[in-house]
């Protein structure tokens, strides 16, 4: 069964540019979350969708983060424009159901640098 | 405060010692504790969840403590392939989302 699937592995751009990231959560999980790992800090939760619903989105820094989740399936992350707090690790997880009983599985990330 | 608190170490110890970590958390609400691996430049991969009565798997062994908001994990005859950074991780009541700690460092020695 595949993983969690991100892409790209990489990205750097320029303050001011637009950088969209993709995420392919496992297939048949219902639960697709963003974190995010910024140099030095801990990694944070960014948003929860449940199929193509937006479900928490507390941790969204600011408007230049768009999240969507068409047809529920995979999910993109759009950073428009991008500014150089922006760079980190973004970390894509999904679940099959939520609560503790259900594993949340990463994807290996996109590195984000923002020049 | 950090609402998930660990000492990022490094923890530098020879190959068949024993470790122990430490974590505490700030939020009562929470209800749910995990650990996590994390190798360098790799995903987080959950190493086991954590339960108030205690658990085991392997050379692993974790403990919670409500009381004190306290969460240990306890390595056994370290291996090499121990070497990695481990995440102390809640989830509140209520709540599907993860909150993270920083990480302790581990590296295992020959």
């Known amino acids: 069964e595949a993983g969690v699937t991100q892409f790209p592995s990489h990205s750097v751009i320029e303050k001011g540019q637009t950088v969209t990231l993709r995420c392919d959560p496992i297939?048949?999980?219902?639960?697709l979350y963003w974190y995010r790992r910024v140099m030095g800090k801990e990694i944070k939760f960014l948003l929860h969708f449940v199929k193509e619903s937006k479900q928490d989105e507390s941790g969204m820094p600011n408007n230049r983060f768009l999240a969507e989740r068409t047809g529920g399936t995979y999910s993109t992350l759009k950073v428009q424009p991008a500014e150089l707090e922006d760079s980190g690790v973004y970390f894509c997880?999904?679940?099959?159901?939520?609560?503790?009983?259900?594993?949340?599985?990463f994807g290996p990330g996109t590195r984000l640098t923002v020049t | 405060r950090k609402e998930v608190e660990q000492d990022p170490g490094p923890f530098n110890v020879p190959e068949g010692a024993t470790v122990a970590f430490n974590c505490t958390y700030s939020?009562?609400?929470?209800?749910?504790f995990f650990w996590y691996r994390q190798d360098c430049r790799k995903e987080p991969k959950l190493l086991m969840s954590v339960y108030s009565s205690g658990n085991e798997d392997g050379r692993f062994t974790a403990q919670l403590n409500r009381a004190s908001q306290y969460i240990s994990l306890l390595i056994r005859d370290s291996k090499l392939s121990d070497s990695a950074t481990y995440l102390c991780?809640?989830?509140?009541?209520?709540?599907?989302?993860?909150?993270f700690g920083k990480g302790t460092m581990l590296l295992v020695s020959p």
């Open positions: 939020n009562s609400a929470s209800q749910s």
């Open positions: 297939s048949g999980h219902d639960n």
């Open positions: 997880a999904s679940s099959q159901e939520v609560g503790s009983s259900y594993e949340q599985y």
């Open positions: 991780v809640v989830r509140r009541s209520g709540y599907s989302t993860l909150t």
